[in-house]
């Protein structure tokens, strides 16, 4: 069988926040701790992304570099796993063009990410002059940005969160119909879905937990003092009936606190019955209590370490990442070699 290749990015969009961290980031640690010497990690700040909404140049360069001192804070390690930026390796905006004369246009029509960045309702569609004069065609095609990502280093695993599916999915579709004209040259990518598949807002709990949302008490960052954490635990949404139960249809506040209690107790952690049924009897307070305490101890660490990595004199972050972006140019273009000479090029 064919050697492991994982690949992920994530958008240099602000600190990451719980969401991320357990949707994502942490298992992007365990798959490097886990792997054998034929597994290559490939992880990158995909700030191509970030431009499909407008950024302001000072700010985005401050969160290129914030992020990547946030990889190596949660236990990354250049020395096993490729970091980057995205836009130190052009072969991923190249595979992208290559990429975008084989993908569909109905398929990516049809995709929701960019209806919900630009707070569109889920059943508009293309032929809507609102939808239309809003779009741009970088916002439209990123999935098509993402399927080269993965491709250019012919990843054959994708650690992401739940709301990345339908991107993992169309990935495929691509390869497939890249591979059906020219040769089989790219393996499907799987998507591994996060244990955590969704964690929630704490001010909205129906809705995922987000960078978009404006009010910045829904969301934990990796970052936040001991004592913004048990602010924005405390303020979290929950309901007024008495007791602990985990039902996240009808309390969906209450069973989101203890999906994260669980998450970050980890696989061999409680579940989330388990804990509602130990905390059955006691209040909300400490219920929250437990939380803000748990969550502390998970990220108390990875704060201290991005404080003293971003104090380090400059050049030290850029050295690491300019090491990642010599790896995995010479990885994409290995890639890209082939891809030109199947094509005619
Ligand atoms: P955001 O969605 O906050 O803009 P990104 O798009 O950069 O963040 O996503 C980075 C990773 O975090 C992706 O793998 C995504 O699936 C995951 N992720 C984002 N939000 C959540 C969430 N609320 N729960 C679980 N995983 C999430
Ligand atoms: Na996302």
Request: glycine share 4%; net charge neutral.
């Amino acid at each position: 069988s064919r050697n492991r290749v994982i690949f992920s990015g994530i958008q240099p969009t602000g600190i990451p926040h719980l969401g991320n961290y357990l949707g994502a980031l942490r298992e992007w640690v365990r798959l490097q701790n886990d792997a054998d010497p034929m597994t290559k990690c490939i992880y990158s700040i995909v700030d191509l992304h970030a431009l499909t909404v407008p950024q302001e140049a000072t700010q985005l360069r401050q969160w290129r570099k914030e992020s990547f001192a946030i990889l190596l804070a949660i236990g990354l390690d250049p020395s096993r796993s490729m970091l980057f930026y995205q836009s130190d390796v052009s072969a991923h905006a190249e595979l992208m063009w290559i990429l975008s004369t084989v993908a569909s246009m109905g398929y990516l029509s049809r995709m929701t990410q960019w209806k919900s960045k630009l707070q569109l309702p889920e059943d508009t569609d293309l032929e809507n002059d609102n939808a239309k004069s809003k779009l741009r065609l970088g916002l439209f095609s990123y999935p098509v940005l993402q399927a080269a990502d993965i491709l250019v280093h012919r990843a054959t695993h994708v650690p992401v969160g739940e709301d990345q599916k339908q991107h993992i999915e169309f990935t495929r579709y691509t390869a497939n119909s890249f591979n059906h004209l020219f040769g089989n040259l790219f393996p499907s990518p799987e998507g591994l879905i996060s244990p955590a598949r969704r964690v929630m807002s704490l001010k909205d709990p129906i809705h995922k937990m987000s960078k978009s949302e404006t009010d910045q008490k829904s969301r934990i960052l990796l970052t936040d003092s001991e004592k913004d954490v048990q602010t924005k635990i405390k303020s979290a949404l929950t309901d007024s009936e008495p007791g602990i139960s985990y039902d996240p249809a009808r309390r969906p506040g209450i069973s989101n606190l203890i999906e994260i209690l669980s998450h970050l107790e980890g696989p061999n952690g409680r579940s989330c019955e388990e804990i509602a049924s130990e905390l059955q009897s006691t209040s909300i307070k400490a219920l929250k209590d437990r939380v803000a305490a748990t969550i502390n101890a998970h990220i108390q660490p990875i704060r201290d370490r991005y404080l003293e990595i971003v104090s380090r004199e400059n050049g030290y972050l850029e050295d690491i990442a300019e090491q990642g972006a010599v790896k995995a140019r010479q990885n994409a273009n290995e890639t890209m070699k082939a891809v030109r000479f199947t094509m005619g090029l």
